[in-house]
């Protein structure tokens, strides 16, 4: 059963950090990406990371800020979320494909996703 299962959001405030996790099982997933959605607002992308190179990319706004990184071991991808402002808030989505993709960015381009986990910054 192929499955991405998202924990770690929750109530902070401006400034805090957070790391969200995304447990995967089912399949050997290649590349991940994190997406998030803010209400009201078009589902974004956030960051992504390849298998075999371990090539990263970050939307512009997390850049500095935000670092993905998976536990090939543990089947687990990660999102550590520093200096967080309150326009992070959002549901934030992990996202899985099974080859090494090229458009990291583009919804389109990961075939499993997560349900979401909700990540709130006050100010």
């Known amino acids: 059963q192929v499955q991405l299962l998202e924990s770690g959001g929750r109530l902070v405030q401006t400034g805090d950090s957070l790391r969200l996790s995304c447990a995967a099982s089912g399949r050997t997933y290649i590349s991940y990406g994190w997406f998030r959605q803010a209400p009201g607002q078009e589902r974004e992308f956030v960051a992504s990371?390849?298998?075999?190179?371990?090539?990263?990319r970050y939307a512009d706004f997390v850049k500095g800020r935000f670092t993905i990184s998976r536990d090939n071991a543990e089947n687990t991808l990660y999102l550590q979320m520093n200096s967080l402002k309150p326009e992070d808030t959002a549901v934030y989505y992990c996202a899985a494909a099974l080859r090494r993709l090229t458009a990291l960015d583009k919804q389109g381009s990961y075939v499993y996703w997560g349900q979401g986990t909700q990540v709130t910054v006050s100010s």
């Open positions: 990371i390849r298998g075999g190179d371990g090539y990263t």
